[in-house]
């Protein structure tokens, strides 16, 4: 019985120092993983590797891939995917891919969130011409004249 207590404790830490021995991907795996995952229209897959905040974008760009036709998409699965340039600042980094069927380059933003390599969305990076909402600028006197545009005067009574 020791004999299978002692290979139990064996086989248990050394699960535990392996585990603790993962290797953090860098920003370069995460952007491939990443552009593979949305490749494959795996958006569940993409999400893990983008942080919190971008989960919406990724729910609006399923969205459009949704509304693509098949040929569409065999070319998408088709293209091939490299990393052409890297770069790392602290827990922000930058990585550009070249995409061979489109022949565009498209720089990743990733950031560190939880210790792990991330990317970081925005509507721009999807939609590229896309503005911000206006949001309108309203002072004291725009505010005061539109109320006394609204206040009967006394007069008018």
């Not at 830490?13 to 795996?42: D, T």
Request: proline share 4%; hydrophobic share 35%.
């Amino acid at each position: 019985m020791t004999k299978y207590l002692r290979f139990f404790v064996l086989v248990l830490i050394s699960g535990v120092v392996l585990s603790g021995c993962k290797k953090q991907a860098s920003p370069q795996e995460v952007a491939l993983n990443f552009m593979h995952a949305i490749q494959e229209s795996n958006f569940d897959l993409a999400r893990d590797y983008s942080t919190k905040e971008s989960q919406q974008v990724i729910q609006l760009y399923s969205f459009f891939d949704a509304r693509r036709n098949e040929s569409e998409r065999a070319k998408i699965k088709k293209a091939g995917i490299e990393v052409v340039n890297a770069e790392e600042n602290g827990d922000k980094a930058t990585v550009t891919v070249l995409n061979s069927s489109s022949k565009q380059q498209e720089r990743l933003q990733l950031v560190k969130e939880n210790g792990q390599w991330k990317i970081s969305l925005s509507l721009e990076s999807i939609i590229p011409n896309y503005m911000p909402p206006a949001t309108p600028i309203m002072d004291s006197a725009s505010v005061m004249q539109q109320d006394t545009l609204s206040i009967p005067s006394p007069d008018q009574n």
